[in-house]
């Protein structure tokens, strides 16, 4: 039996939280809503502290969270939420209360970050030094490897916040990105589908000409991302990708986009290999988590011995 | 007295050649036009051959150059400038050559790395674990740092040609970039200045209203390669950059398109020293070629000790 961790998965509307080593050793697991910082972290402590009861010590705790969050060891506000809209939850600290309840090592990082680890670990993104995984769902948001490591900077990537091109004749919509109006995000996000259509993406038929569209904003997205990262593979995963008809619609695009400028045969030959949805289905966050715990516990190994 | 490298910086009209360990002891320079690659290749050769005669053995060279570039080791064609449209370097062999008529390590990496390198070595990003560098002249291209490592991936990064919006309305320029029209690279090189005005750049007066559309272009691009790699400085360079005027117009756009997301003081409060000129001048890719050889040298040395 080798070692156990915790992981949480921290979304705007439910976490989730698991025990176990990996996706072939998910010993427990439990869903809650997103309500209180309080209750939440509350819910999930208690939830850790009695599985370690019954299954054995956590050698660590990984957390996958909505953000944005201070990443930076060196700064008086590491581990916390920041500027978040989501009511009661700017400033919060996450690793802090973990770290004195559990009292093991507290890995943070964005969801869409861990969920890149996940699949780079475990999923779609093996063996792979360098890759995207976007989320296209309430909002847009993405995070990814470069050269072995999981993206970090100045904070981490708000991927979903680029601007693309957006022709105001054709697609008037103003977009719903209360920041920046048509961004990416703005224009291609869940509730921009709904609000440009008056109805839910759900509603929408296979054929309707909104997935063209979603699918056009989509592809000048991952075109940039292509050119900015030059990633081994692009992982598109959430709540809008799980209309399947968006993965032809977007290779297509993105190729016919670049147009043969990045001449690398993934993408002129193999852009079904190269655009995928995420290996772990949706277990890329919570996996992502116990993957983060596994690497803070490798890194304090190495330190130790 | 500390070893000696090579270095050689390859662009699409001049080549430039030096000796020396870094920016305090450039022992030899020379400056010759790129014409075929044998004779471009030649004259490299020959003169890094003689200085070695009299200045002493060099470790190793590094060799900035324009791309694409194959940089994976395991291909065939590594080494090699591939599909390029400068006429007769195509399938270019740069590193074979070089290796044979040395007899040292060679590096290799696009003109735009190197020089973020060198940037990072030992100009304006010193120190810092992320940051993007963008040049703008004939084209627009950009490398960059993250995680302490050099950008690479599929291939390597096309900056330049990211999409950024384009208001026809206002600007009915279709685009110079004989691949997508209206990318970054079409918007806001020298050749669509050029082509938009019907002027070179350096013929505009300024205070034209072509500086603040180049910023606001520029500053999108930017934006795009915050909101994607979070680089902790972003350094622009290039012909078009001379322009001085242009870096208060594009960091005023910047921090205005983020409209406050991205809450970091150094955006928020120091865009100033975060959107910057080159700390090494017109050297940073020569000397980005004499870091690429220093970091092999580096690397061949920890594996034989």
């Not at 990708?241 to 977007?250: A, G, K």
Request: net charge negative; glycine share 16%; proline share 7%.
């Amino acid at each position: 039996m080798g070692e156990l961790f915790g992981g949480i998965e921290a979304g705007g509307t439910k976490v989730v939280c698991a025990v176990g080593s990996g996706p072939d050793d998910l010993r427990a697991q439990a869903r809650f809503p997103t309500t209180t910082p309080e209750e939440t972290l509350g819910r999930a402590l208690d939830f850790l502290r009695s599985q370690a009861e019954t299954l054995g010590p956590l050698a660590a705790v990984g957390v996958a969270s909505f953000g944005p969050l201070d990443l930076d060891r060196r700064s008086a506000t590491f581990g916390c939420i920041t500027s978040t809209p989501k009511p009661g939850w700017a400033d919060t600290d996450l690793v802090g209360p973990l770290q004195r309840g559990l009292g093991v090592p507290i890995a943070l990082d964005t969801d869409v970050n861990a969920a890149a680890l996940g699949e780079w670990r475990w999923g779609a993104g093996q063996g792979l030094d360098t890759l995207v995984y976007l989320t296209i769902g309430t909002g847009i948001g993405g995070g990814g490897i470069v050269g072995g490591q999981v993206m970090h900077g100045l904070l981490h990537p708000e991927m979903g916040h680029i601007r693309v091109p957006h022709d105001r004749a054709l697609d008037p919509f103003e977009g719903s990105c209360p920041f920046h109006g048509d961004c990416l995000e703005g224009l291609a996000s869940g509730p921009a589908i709904e609000q440009r259509w008056g109805v839910r993406g759900e509603s929408l038929a296979d054929d309707h000409p909104a997935w063209e569209l979603v699918a056009h904003y989509l592809a000048l997205g991952v075109g940039n991302l292509i050119c900015t990262l030059s990633p081994r593979r692009v992982i598109l995963a959430g709540g809008v990708m799980e209309r399947r008809q968006l993965f032809p619609l977007i290779r297509a695009q993105v190729v016919s986009q670049l147009n043969g400028y990045v001449q690398a045969r993934q993408i002129l030959e193999g852009i079904d290999a190269y655009i995928v949805p995420p290996g772990l289905g949706p277990n890329s966050g919570i996996l992502g988590a116990l993957a983060l715990a596994r690497r803070t516990e490798t890194h304090r190994s190495r330190r130790e011995h």
